[in-house]
Structure formats: structure tokens, C-alpha cells
């Protein structure tokens, strides 16, 4: 009964969260019972350039240590603002969002390039969440339930959970810089006087990806749509209307 109940949820997780948190939790596995060790996995640009050990730009993504507290901090975190951005801002745009992760990760490589990072999953986790809560700014959250705060505070408030552990800030940062990086490109510049959506989608992702028919009458909501909120316009929603219109849900963390 438990095994029918588990792999049912696990099929209602949408395809691509699905599929990078299993890589992820199987990557663990093989670690923990030493199939693989973390030096063939972590990132290392002269492994990468002079011995052609090409596999080091996906697998840093893929660890996130052995079982432990700080393993299941980051994947909770990772699952849950992975499928939240997923069944949310990104529902029926399956493609955008594979574009979104590999902008994230290609972005992230080319910092790490030039900083001491070996395990890059914790930033790309950091910018799904900058992402989401970016695009959920009335929704109300409290952290363990002592601090009461909105969804844009949160990548800071985990910032701050980093120094109290005593943990490097330096992936929290870069996770927040690339995260606010896809926020402007795509939420903010389109709706700007001259702007246009520099992140347009490849039309091969659509092919492989998005295998729906779109309705061409289909009206989406403002969060929903390629920009986000159309902020400079005259019909824009102010911030008490949109207080109203948000669900007021609260989420422990």
C-alpha cells in the first residue's frame, strides 16, 4: 500500500522535476555506497579543459553530499521551489522551463569559472528560489515558524540561515546574482520602453518538449505569461489589488 501511495505521488511530480531530483538523489546513492566518489564528480575547469573529463560541467549539479541534515535541507528545497515554479509560473511551458535550468547551469558554470566552487546544485537551487518568490511577492512565509516575512525576502532570510551555521555565503550570492539575472532578462527589459524577451525559447525545445496545442484564445494570467506582470502599464495591478488577488498561504520552512 505505502510502495503504491509513494510511486503515485512520485508520478504526479511534473516530468522535469521529476527527472533532476531523482539524478540527484541517485548520484547521492552511488556516493554514500561508494560506487562513484565526489572527486570524479565535483567541478574542475583544468580537468574539464586539459584532460577532457567533459562530464564535470553536469555532475556538480547532480551532488548535494552524502545523507545527511544539509543533504535533506537542499533537497527539500530543491523539490519543492523546483515543482512549485514548474506547476506555476512555468505550467504548460514545459520547454521554457528546460531553457530556464539550462541558462541557470551555463551561467553558473562560467561564474564558477573564475570562483572556488566545486558543488554548484545549492546556487541553482538558490535561483529557483529567487525565481519563485520573485514572482509570488504578496505570498506570506515565516521561516520555522519564527520569522514572518513576504516570498521576496526569502532567498535572504537563507542567506542568514548560512552565516548562523556557519556555511560560505559565496553559492547563496551567486544563486541570488543569476537568479535576478533571468528575473530582469525576462520579467523586467520585455515590459520596458525598447525592450524585448531576450530568452526566447529555441524552437527545437518546443519541438522536443512542448507537445501540446496551444489555444490561441487562451488568455493567460499576468504571472503566468513570458514577463510576468505587465508593470509599466496603465492597467498594471497596484500593490493592494494584487495583495487582494494573491492566495494568502502560509509555508513553513
Known amino acids: 500500500m505505502a510502495y503504491h501511495t509513494l510511486r503515485q505521488e512520485y508520478m504526479l511530480m511534473p516530468p522535469v522535476t521529476r527527472a533532476y531530483t531523482t539524478v540527484c538523489l541517485l548520484t547521492s546513492i ?7 566518489s565526489p572527486f570524479q564528480l565535483y567541478f574542475n575547469p583544468l580537468l574539464i579543459t586539459q584532460k ?8 556538480p549539479f547532480f551532488f548535494f553530499g552524502t545523507f545527511s541534515f544539509n543533504f535533506l535541507f537542499n533537497m527539500i528545497f530543491t ?48 535561483m529557483f528560489v529567487y525565481i519563485w518568490a520573485r514572482r509570488n511577492p504578496y505570498v506570506r512565509m ?7 516575512f513576504r516570498a521576496p525576502y526569502l532567498p535572504w532570510v537563507l542567506v542568514a540561515f548560512s552565516v548562523l551555521l556557519g556555511n560560505s555565503v559565496l553559492v547563496d550570492i551567486l544563486g541570488i546574482a543569476i537568479g535576478h539575472l533571468y528575473f530582469f532578462l525576462e520579467d523586467v527589459f520585455p515590459n520596458q520602453p525598447g525592450g524585448r524577451r531576450l530568452l526566447a525559447t529555441p524552437r527545437l525545445l518546443k519541438l522536443l518538449f512542448d507537445t501540446h496545442i496551444e489555444d490561441p484564445l487562451y488568455n493567460p494570467a499576468p504571472d503566468e505569461r513570458p514577463g510576468g506582470f505587465d508593470w509599466g502599464a496603465a492597467g498594471a495591478p497596484g500593490a493592494a489589488d494584487a495583495a487582494a488577488e494573491q492566495p494568502r498561504e502560509n509555508e513553513n520552512h
Open 52 to 59: 577532457f573529463e567533459i562530464w564535470r560541467l553536469l555532475t
Open 142 to 148: 515565516n521561516f520555522f515558524g519564527l520569522l514572518p
Open 79 to 126: 523539490y519543492r521551489y523546483c515543482r512549485m515554479l514548474e506547476e506555476g509560473s512555468f505550467r504548460g511551458r514545459t520547454a521554457d522551463f528546460v531553457y530556464m535550468f539550462i541558462f541557470g547551469c551555463i551561467t553558473t558554470v562560467i561564474c564558477a569559472w573564475f570562483v572556488n566552487l566545486l558543488f554548484l546544485g545549492h546556487s541553482l537551487t538558490t
Open 30 to 36: 552511488a556516493v554514500q555506497l561508494d560506487v562513484v
